[in-house]
T-cell receptor, first 110, second 114 residues
């Protein structure tokens, strides 16, 4: 299994839709997980951190399933401004740098 | 406001030239990183540093070197640029205490090697 794996998409959804992305990781010892957002031609920026079972921030919910080694990102009531690439990020072990997935591209269509 | 500044947004160099990419952060972060990002390959770690004068190889260090003489500055050096080093280069920094802190990225340096 690759260290961090994501469906590249693109996911094309209408405004107002609910969309979910999954990310699988290989290291069962990983403790913390992150979702970064990258707009076209911009740098990645932290969207959410996931340290236990999950995290919710407004329309965004991140969930962790340790048994199956995946994290998910759910976006409710999609907005045009949600169009971006979403990067799943996992540390392999305590002091090693974060490993980035290749990203899932989302396009929200009017 | 947190800031990571990369010296050049766009560079065009010729094969064999020596290239310096500079990165400065103003957050007093211990950790600094250099990534390259290519379509279909995502972000790949080139080198990183957890302290001044310290450096560690990432996943793809071949053809690159780094320098960290001061805490706030982390430089990426291409000793002899090649066309396969045409890419977007992203510098990032994070607070110390392990590698799991939030990464703050610069705006990127797009390098074209002819």
């Amino acid at each position: 299994r690759k260290e961090v794996e994501q469906d590249p998409g693109p996911f094309n959804v209408p405004e107002g839709a609910t969309v979910a992305f999954n990310c699988t990781y290989s290291n069962s010892a990983s403790q913390s997980f992150f979702w970064y957002r990258q707009d076209c031609r911009k740098e990645p920026k932290l969207l959410m951190s996931v340290y236990s079972s999950g995290n919710e921030d407004g329309r965004f919910t991140a969930q962790l399933n340790r048994a199956s080694q995946y994290i998910s990102l759910l976006i409710r009531d999609s907005k045009l401004s949600d169009s971006a690439t979403y990067l799943c990020v996992v540390p392999l072990s305590g002091n090693t740098p974060l490993v980035f997935g290749k990203g899932t591209r989302l396009s929200v269509i009017a | 406001d947190v800031k990571v500044t990369q010296s050049s947004r766009y560079l065009v160099k010729r094969t064999g030239e020596k290239v310096f990419l500079e990165c400065v952060q103003d957050m007093d972060h211990e950790n600094m990183f250099w990534y390259r990002q290519d379509p279909g390959l995502g972000l790949r770690l080139i080198y990183f540093s957890y302290d001044v004068k310290m450096k560690e190889k990432g996943d793809i260090p071949e053809g690159y070197s780094v320098s960290r003489e001061k805490k706030e500055r982390f430089s990426l050096i291409l000793e002899s640029a090649s066309t396969n080093q045409t890419s977007m280069y992203l510098c990032a920094s994070s607070f110390g205490g392990g590698a799991s802190g939030e990464l703050f990225f610069g705006e990127g340096s797009r390098l074209t090697v002819l």
